[in-house]
């Protein structure tokens, strides 16, 4: 077997017997959180990383999953988990109309397009009080109070996730999704219908976006605009997730995730309680600072630079020796 | 019937006429040289044919069908391949990758589009470079590139935009080997080039242009002798003697 498949089997054993060694609720929601940032960040890195449409408004989808779950609920009286099979498809109508906008920009302007859209998604929210309840925001009651449904639930469709663009990433689609990346015009000159297939890259996208933040709405309970339409905690944390993981490889989301998540509760928390509770506000400076480390020494992110961190690593010990 | 026509084909940018009313054809094996000093509207022309620019008037005919305003990809898909004169490689992939990206243009699976890859680069020379990305590549593997990814289309006309541009005198040699060996597999060609040892050599007849506008057609030696295209590389007191 190969390294990387014995790797991989190990990180899926421990994450399967995690909950069941690990009975702290804060802990496993910590895991859960993970794994829905996994699902966002590897959307995320189809769309801007593989196919080179870096988007500035995933938040878009995110909020549009997490709204069709909790308008199940409160307009229609129905389960919440059925938003696990809409929220992904209205969330690729959705896309279907975004890309038709925002595909006729290229490059910088395409991603100024999806920032402003991700701003429009927001206020739509806000003011459409008949339909999202405004400000006032979402509540519903999550099905289990035990979190192992929701581990097991997320964990799954993250594996999903990656797999499912694994395999993307490995057939036509994905070929084509690179050639477009790298120069449109000679895509398009190679029989490559670069319309065609930057969106089913955003669909796809916006797919598992929307799908994550169904499953937001089903475990939190509670949603509001500020929340899964924010431009901070969703659209740019998805950029992040991806660049501090490593743009346009399979695995670099899921490490992103585990990183951002983790520096996250680390502030928030300030520091598990053992710094001052001021310290809790600094969470974006850092965000900030880990952004420009990344760009300056890791271009590109923990999983592309592997090869580098290792060797570095090495080298030091050598020295010490 | 010709392969391929194009018709009182002109292309204004605003008030340039950069291609002023220019027509060809191109027979089914042949292939056809279009030579012209520098900004005599050679590459405007090619971005005509696959609809890079939308044309102002004229019409472009490919196996009896109107091609005129059809979208890139699909003229592509018709049979119609293109290299480009500035490379225009995909950077980052390799070689091999590169080239596979192109063959899925006449095949689905992966393991299909691999073998016509892996026959095209043979055919052009570059299997011992398959691996490497693409930007590692000097001047004459990019401009072989070029090719190899049009081949892989699978066309019926092929465009070749100064291909041997910039490249060694042993490279001009092996291009112009190359393009007999494209031709001998059926492929028309039309090419731009302003090397004449490649024009003359390879060319069938050869189409001259000047400011847009058509100058000389017929015969490399034909096109050589006339005055006008002498004029035109040369100045005005060598078409006189």
């Known amino acids: 077997m190969k390294k990387s498949s014995i790797t991989l ?39 801007a990383g593989y196919t080179g449409q870096v988007s500035f408004g995933h938040a878009i989808f995110f909020g549009v999953g997490a709204y069709t779950a909790g308008i199940l609920v409160t307009k229609l009286g129905m389960s919440a988990w059925w938003g696990m099979l809409f929220g992904g498809f209205i969330a690729m109508a959705v896309a279907l109309f975004v890309g038709w906008v925002c595909f006729r920009l290229r490059g910088p302007y395409f991603a100024l397009a999806t920032l402003a859209g991700g701003e429009i998604f927001r206020l739509i929210a ?3 009080e008949e339909l999202t309840d405004g400000m006032v925001g979402i509540l519903i009651i999550p099905t289990f109070r035990s979190k192992l449904p929701y581990y097991y639930l997320s964990l799954g469709l993250a594996a999903a996730c990656i797999y499912a663009i ?56 509670f949603i509001d605009p500020e929340v899964v339409f924010s431009l901070h905690y969703i659209s740019i944390m998805a950029i992040l997730v991806g660049i501090v993981g490593g743009v346009a490889t399979i695995m670099g989301p899921a490490v992103g995730a ?16 053992l710094a001052p509770a001021w310290v809790s506000q600094g969470h974006a400076l850092v965000f900030g600072l880990l952004v420009i480390f990344v760009i300056m020494f890791l271009a590109n992110g923990i999983v592309g630079d592997w090869e580098k961190i290792k060797r570095y690593v090495l080298r030091r010990k050598a020295f010490r020796i | 019937m010709a392969l391929f026509e194009v018709k009182n084909l002109t292309k204004k940018f605003g008030g340039l006429v950069a291609v002023n009313d ?95 890859a892996h026959e095209v680069m043979e055919f052009c020379n570059l299997l011992a470079v398959k691996d490497r990305p693409a930007k590692s590549l000097p001047i004459g593997g990019r401009k072989r590139l070029e090719i190899a990814r049009a081949l892989a289309t699978k066309p019926e006309l092929l465009l070749l935009d ?31 080039e302003h090397i004449m040892k490649v024009i003359m050599t390879m060319s069938d007849r050869i189409h001259a242009i000047n400011f847009g506008q058509t100058i000389a057609t017929g015969t490399p030696e034909e096109v050589a002798n006339n005055p006008a295209v002498i004029e035109a590389y040369l100045g005005e007191d060598y078409a006189k003697g």
């Open chain 1, 9 to 47: 089997l190990i990180v899926g054993l421990f994450l399967l017997g995690f909950p069941l060694a690990v009975h702290s609720n804060y802990y496993q929601h910590l895991l859960i959180i993970t794994f829905i940032w996994v699902i966002i960040g590897s959307s995320w890195n189809l769309l």
């Open chain 1, 126 to 128: 806000t003011n459409w």
């Open chain 1, 166 to 221: 694994h395999r993307i990433m490995k057939s036509k689609w994905g070929y084509y999704f690179v050639s477009i990346r790298e120069d449109q015009d000679a895509a398009e000159s190679l029989g490559i219908n670069t319309t065609l297939y930057k969106n089913i890259s955003l669909l796809v996208s916006a797919f598992f976006t929307g799908l994550a933040g169904a499953f937001y709405m089903n475990y939190m309970g």
């Open chain 1, 258 to 273: 585990l990183v951002m998540v983790g520096l996250q509760e680390t502030f928030r928390s300030s520091f598990f309680g």
């Open chain 2, 22 to 116: 220019i027509s060809f054809q191109i027979h089914e094996g042949e292939i056809l040289g279009l030579i012209g000093p520098n900004g005599s509207g050679k590459t405007t022309t090619f971005n005509c044919i696959n609809n890079f620019f939308p044309i102002t008037s004229g019409d472009i005919i490919f196996k009896g069908q109107s091609i005129k305003g059809m979208k890139t990809h699909k003229i592509c898909q018709l049979g119609i391949g293109r290299t480009f004169q500035v490379v225009k490689p995909l950077a980052r992939l390799s070689v091999l990758d590169n080239v596979t990206a192109a063959a899925f243009c006449r095949v689905n699976s992966i393991v299909e589009a691999r073998d016509v």
């Open chain 2, 162 to 192: 100064e291909t041997a541009a910039g490249l060694t005198p042993t490279e001009v040699d092996e291009a112009i080997e190359l393009i007999k060996k494209i031709r001998e597999n059926g492929v028309s060609i039309l090419i731009i």
